[in-house]
């Protein structure tokens, strides 16, 4: 087991941050590993693999996307292979973290144009493309800040 995940499991229960002092860099060390396993982990699998993969056409209508389309398991694998990178991080760190965070974010941006041109353009308010706009670009926008703090107490090094 990594020091990263044996970090995280002691400081679940809050007994190991009783011990050791709480810095900036461990601060932002934390955050930023939930918001990876939370923010891409959990949402990539939980609300982009499973739906996609195994109801397409639910995940399709509360989109407001066309139902029966092959595209829907494309996104669904492609939701899941970020979302298996990011529960890594509990075990990987370094720059395994910059990688999936930098690729994480890029796509939730992305996917916020995407959301924000659909709702403008062909006005289409189903739930999952109006509402996610607002939580795919915090968690584009907070990654990259956890990302580039932590970069900058130089936590890709240690």
Known sequence: ?????????????????????????RVVHILLLYALVLGAGVIGLRLGFIPHVFFPDYAAQSIGWPTGSPFQFEVGVHDGAWGVLSFLCIWIGGLFWLAT????????????YGHIRETVLEGDH??????????????GVWLLLLLYLYWRQGGFQK
């Not at 995940?5 to 810095?23: E, N, W, Y």
């Not at 965070?101 to 916020?112: P, R």
């Not at 189903?126 to 968690?139: K, V």
């Open 1 to 25: 087991m990594s020091r990263h995940a044996r970090f995280d499991c002691r400081g679940v229960d809050g007994r190991a941050s009783a011990r050791k002092p709480r810095t900036p860099f």
């Open 126 to 139: 189903a739930p999952y493309n109006f509402l996610t706009l607002f939580s795919d670009g915090f968690i």
């Open 101 to 112: 965070g930098l690729g994480w974010s890029l796509f939730m941006l992305g996917a916020t």
